[in-house]
């Protein structure tokens, strides 16, 4: 068992077929259904499909001008990625500490911002699938002209206010990744949505070397999607919804089971409960009882290759905090009522 993984159906295995067999495999006209609709469902006005989440990331910061000397800050509770993609640019990368959901404090950032120059760019993760505090971010970073990348990886269906994550209302760009274990999956793929059109065709044209009608006019990369990917997606998205609502059911009845013997996450219905993460002085014993547990997350800033870069225990003590008590236990469409009783009953023997 894992914590999270993929539903797949007869359909989708239907759908990837029939581009199997059909003429094109790369980048046709399955990627362009699939940005569409993406596009559609978040509200935003253009969708760039690419190969990665973390390559959405990357082309996010490159299209925001984040260049060598720069500095980007994102959240330390978080997979690397959200961090790298400032250094592929040559950039400095610094953190802000988080609130008591995980995710960036508006608080701290606006107090970091006192004692420190202001970062080009700011990346915030919506951590187990609950969005950031937008509003109240984007009218601390208006102030200093700081960009916003909003990483989505784990918030495809979930919603901020009246819309939903992805209408880029509050920021300048918003990636997904569509690794199996996120809303949906195209095996690997991730995407970014704008409402700005120069970012998205720069986008577009850096996903593909570089290239603007037959001539290369940048130093791009190959971080295209293809067809079969893009008709899995196409497929899986027609179940997003009711995958949301089968995580968000499984969220309420861990709620309900486990909320008097641990700390369990403020039940948001607006999540797109990518994450189901709780937090107990006893996690590591937990984490040996319970098959597929996983720690969301061991802080950038305190892995090896960041320590090398000058990072320390002590810099962002809520989010090192956090790594010690938190535990994700599994959430995903097809676990089982049974599964997830006995998920349980090994919590509370430990507890
Ligand atoms: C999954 C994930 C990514 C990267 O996604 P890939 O598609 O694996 O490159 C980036 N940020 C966060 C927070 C993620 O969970």
Redo the contacts with the bound molecule.
């Keep these: 068992m894992r914590y999270s993984q993929q539903t797949i159906s007869q359909e989708d295995c239907k759908a990837v077929e029939e581009v199997l067999l059909s003429e094109w495999l790369t980048q046709g006209p399955r990627v362009l259904e699939f940005e569409e609709l993406i596009a559609n469902y978040c509200g935003a006005s253009y969708a760039v499909g690419v190969n ?6 990357h082309l996010a910061c490159i299209c925001l001008d984040v260049k060598p000397e720069d500095k980007v800050w994102t959240s330390p509770n ?5 961090a790298n993609c400032a250094l592929y640019c040559g950039a400095n990368v610094d953190f802000v500490d988080i609130d008591e959901s995980g995710n960036l404090s508006p608080e701290k950032l606006e107090e970091k911002l006192k004692h420190w120059p202001p970062p080009k760019a700011l990346v915030v ?3 187990g699938g609950k969005s950031c505090d937008m509003e109240a971010i984007k009218s601390i970073t208006d102030n200093y002209g700081i960009k916003i990348i909003e ?1 989505a ?2 918030a495809l269906g979930a919603s901020y206010i009246d819309n939903k994550v992805g209408s880029c209302r509050f920021s300048d760009i918003t ?1 997904f ?3 199996p ?2 809303s949906i999956t195209t095996a ?3 995407m970014l949505v704008t409402n700005n059109k120069n970012i998205a065709s720069q986008a577009k044209s850096l996903r593909h070397a570089g290239f603007v009608n037959g001539r290369q006019h940048c130093l791009g990369f190959n971080y295209r999607l293809n067809d079969l990917q893009s008709a899995l997606g196409i497929s899986q998205m027609k179940r997003l919804d009711s995958f949301i609502a089968q995580r968000y059911q499984i969220a309420q009845e861990y709620e309900k089971r486990l909320s008097t013997i641990v700390e369990t996450p403020h039940l948001d219905h607006k999540s797109s409960h ?1 994450l189901y993460v709780i937090k107990t002085n006893k996690r590591d014993q937990l984490k040996e009882a319970v098959s597929g547990s996983q720690v969301h ?1 061991f802080p950038i800033h305190l892995h090896p290759y960041y320590k090398k870069l000058g990072f320390h225990q002590g810099q962002f003590p809520r989010a090192e905090e956090h790594a010690t008590k938190c535990l994700s236990i599994p959430i995903y469409p097809t676990l089982t009522e049974k599964e997830q009783s006995l998920i349980c009953k090994r919590i509370e023997q430990i507890l």
């Design positions: 990665s989440g973390t390559a959405a990331l978080s997979f690397v990625a959200s993760v919506h951590f990483d990886s784990h990636t990744s569509f690794h274990i996120k690997e793929g991730g990518h997350y």
